[in-house]
Nanobody, 131 residues
Framework: QVQLEESGGGSVQAGESLRLSCAIS????????MSWLRQQGPEKERLGVA????????SYRDSVKGRFTISWDDAKNTLYLQMNSLVPEDTAMYYC????????????????????????WGQGTQVTVAS
């Protein structure tokens, strides 16, 4: 069973940076698609922010391109999201998600993974950006 644990959220001023981490454990795997999504309120939809897969393909939501960077450290089994030049509109609960060894996978697009597998989720970490 895959387990994901996020960390690194917090409260910052506009223009500052944060780095989110997502430690992944509980499984060995050769193929994957991993992503960060955010939810800007309990009634809101979770929206894709950034995604990467085991073929090295990356994708980002348009509003974060040039400011956010997703990366994966294979030695640490940890997914990162470096967020620079934060703006109040980035305020949200951020979740990491992992599709491990999916039966098929399309290229990540718009910050989303597109696979036929089961998605595992972390518990979320809050990011608040003050103006």
């Amino acid at each position: 069973q895959v387990q994901l644990e996020e960390s690194g959220g917090g409260s910052v001023q506009a223009g500052e940076s944060l780095r989110l981490s997502c430690a992944i454990s509980g499984s060995t795997y050769s193929t994957y698609c991993m992503s960060w999504l955010r939810q800007q309120g309990p009634e809101k939809e979770r929206l894709g922010v950034a995604a990467l897969d085991s073929d090295g393909r990356l994708s980002y939501r348009d509003s974060v391109k040039g400011r956010f960077t997703i990366s994966w450290d294979d030695a640490k089994n940890t997914l990162y999201l470096q967020m620079n030049s934060l703006v109040p509109e980035d305020t949200a609960m951020y979740y990491c998600a992992a599709d491990i060894d999916p039966p098929f996978s399309g290229p990540p697009t718009g910050g989303y993974c597109y696979t036929g597998g089961t998605t595992s989720w972390g518990q979320g970490t809050q990011v608040t950006v003050a103006s």
